[in-house]
């Protein structure tokens, strides 16, 4: 065996410490998805047994419009602050996270006005439940700018404390909803449950959302706000477009169908999203700290996921259905149908993400917003597509097959982008 060198010996416990700190960041990460995804997890499972299929795919309808504005929020808000602020002094992370969310804030104030007026608008079934959305907007994204804002800093713990908060505030307000028995009243349940972790966010952090300093942080972040805007908005935009289009093509009761295979992927998806909320920070220390190593840690990545999400499916499909209605309720039936097309949409879209967290650590946004154009346009095309020949099935595959196409142009333009990044060392992520 050949003696170790006095330079290998420093670094061997630096890397291993260095490992360490990764492993207990995604550890947080994970924790805190976890917390937050069985709320929406309890949440879904409780209006769907509670209302039934038709009221639940109005239930659906308002959800995946705040997936919309919850996008268009990180995209302008916490994207660009996670890409430029994380490992950076305690000094600029303060500094930036009251700027970023005060944007988040006003986001959700302006789009919940407009959701606010469409709703009295549309009247009817679903009418009331765009109104409270509306009303609740500015406390949901506020709660989520603080969970982006902690991850930057690499204090994951005060997320999950976040989270846990929100979760134990929404146990007695599902109570009084599931009495009133609306749609409405659980949307309002929901909403202002986040809304008291959001102002415990404040407590946590010791700043005050600069609301006023939105048009700053607009101003200087907008080379990544923009593209990250119109990026996460194509991936929300176009599971709305699904949602509204299935609706029109098949029923509401599709929708709620849709939502129902979803809730069954929820303890994987819980795994997906809460790697997210710290994948984009870490490759972003891995490019600064060993940029030749920002590849493999992009594949470990994703393969790692698509290989978790298919072992969930699989586990799905033994489901008996007996348990499988005592989750969903009269949603199971539907819902079941859909199993395998959403395990490899799931799988599909878990590999795409570790070349999306390359391509954002890298500053890459022109290459991905050109990977999420492409992958947008085959979802509603496939999901849409799919709903004209074959119903929600084909609308399910159809949304599968478009994933994985998508996720392959990814990995393309990540490819690319590490080439380029060889021929240019200069990094494109500006350091603040």
């Known amino acids: 065996m ?66 919309v504005v919850l996008n268009v929020s990180r995209g302008l808000a916490t994207d660009p602050l996670v890409v430029r602020f994380s490992g950076v002094s305690d000094t600029s992370w303060r500094g930036a996270v009251a700027r970023s969310s005060g944007t ?38 506020l709660q989520d700018a603080w969970r982006y804002a902690f991850f930057a800093a690499g204090a994951g713990r005060k997320a999950f404390v976040n989270d846990l908060v929100w979760g134990v505030a929404l146990v007695p307000a599902m109570v009084v909803a599931a009495r009133v028995g609306s749609v409405a009243a ?28 939105a048009r700053a942080w607009l ?4 080379d990544l706000g923009t593209r990250y805007l119109v990026e996460n908005t194509c991936l929300s935009g176009a599971s709305q477009l699904r949602a509204y289009g299935l609706g029109v093509i098949v029923g509401v009761g599709a929708v709620g169908a849709v939502r129902g295979a979803e809730l069954l992927q929820g303890p994987f998806l819980a795994v997906l999203m809460g790697l997210s909320l710290v994948t984009v920070a ?15 840690f992009c594949l470990l990545l994703g393969g790692a996921q698509a290989a978790a999400a298919l072992l969930w499916g699989a586990a799905l ?34 590999l795409g993400t570790g070349a999306a967290a ?63 990044r060889q021929q240019d060392p200069l990094p494109e992520v500006r350091t603040p």
């Open 219 to 222: 101003r200087e972040h907008r």
């Open 104 to 141: 988040a804030l006003g986001v959700g104030t302006a789009i919940g006005a407009a959701c606010l007026v469409i709703g009295l608008a549309v009247g009817g079934s679903v009418g009331p439940a765009f109104v409270c959305l509306g009303v609740m907007l500015p406390g949901l994204l």
């Open 282 to 296: 870490e490759a972003a220390r891995v490019l600064r700290r060993a940029p030749h190593q920002l590849a493999r």
């Open 317 to 350: 499909l033994l489901m008996p259905d007996r348990l499988g209605e005592l989750t969903l309720g009269g949603v199971w039936r539907s819902a079941s149908e859909l199993i395998v097309p959403a395990t490899l949409g799931v799988a599909g879209a878990g």
């Open 2 to 67: 050949t003696p170790l060198t006095t330079e290998e010996e420093k670094t061997r416990p630096k890397a291993a410490t260095a490992r360490r700190a990764i492993v207990g960041r995604l550890s947080w990460g994970l924790a805190d998805q976890a917390a937050s995804s069985m709320t929406n997890f309890a949440v879904g499972i409780y209006v769907a047994r509670s209302l039934g299929l038709t009221a639940f795919g109005v239930f659906s309808l308002a959800w995946v419009t705040y997936g």
């Open 358 to 420: 390359g391509l954002r650590a890298l500053g890459a946004a022109r290459r991905s917003l050109r990977s999420q154009l492409f992958a947008s346009a085959c979802y509603v095309i496939g999901g849409l597509g799919g709903a004209a020949v074959a119903g929600t099935v084909g609308s399910a595959w159809g949304v599968a097959a478009a994933t994985v196409c998508g996720s392959a142009v990814w990995w393309l333009h990540l490819r690319s982008a590490l080439r380029e």
């Open 186 to 213: 659980f949307v309002l349940a929901w909403g202002a449950s986040a809304a008291v972790a959001a102002a415990y966010g404040c407590i946590q952090s010791g700043i005050r959302p600069h609301v006023t300093g």
